[in-house]
């Protein structure tokens, strides 16, 4: 009976991936391969050729590395993605103290975003209604991570109408 032919997965984003993990957590191949219980080509050849890897040593890089299989294998991620999973690894092992400041740091950069999106649309005079509306959101959660508990929407509509 003949094979059905079938297209072979690449692996090479998943290879690029578990390289960058290795690299960024200083591992030397060398030392990951004696871990493993495998050979350093082995490896080599899956970070850099996109080696299909034997089942349990997929399984194993995954969890070593906190590397999320939904963003190779399925078209629409239903879970975190490999960023994600490494963030949520190094916060498992923080402090309290840590979390605090970790937490602190996230809501300056997401206010920093929301106020650059917000000087964006004034710039560029914003005139759809829609995009009045969704500015005006924009506004009133600068306003609320600001410490101001609404804004005036007539205000906002002349500031962003001109």
């Not at 219980?37 to 194993?60: D, T, V």
């Not at 092992?93 to 740091?105: E, L, P, Q, W, Y």
């Not at 964006?120 to 829609?130: A, D, E, Q």
């Amino acid at each position: 009976m003949a094979k059905r032919p079938v297209e072979k997965y690449d692996f090479k984003a998943f290879g690029e991936a578990i390289k960058a993990a290795r690299t960024g957590r200083k591992e030397s191949r060398k030392q990951v391969s004696d871990e493993m219980y495998i050979s350093p080509r082995y490896l080599a050849n899956i970070e850099n050729k996109g080696q299909h890897p034997s089942l349990q040593i997929f399984f194993e890089l995954m969890l070593r590395y906190n590397i999320s299989v939904d963003q190779f294998l399925l078209d629409t991620p239903t879970q975190k993605d490999t960023k994600r999973r490494q963030l949520d690894a190094l916060l498992d092992d923080m402090s309290d103290n840590g979390i605090r400041i970790v937490t602190a740091t996230a809501k300056e950069i997401s206010e920093v975003e929301i106020t650059k999106e917000v000087i964006y649309l004034i710039h560029n005079k914003t005139k759809s209604f829609r995009q009045i509306v969704n500015s005006i959101d924009v506004l009133e959660k600068v306003a609320q991570a600001n410490g101001f508990t609404q804004i005036d929407e007539n205000i906002a509509k002349e500031v962003l109408c001109g």
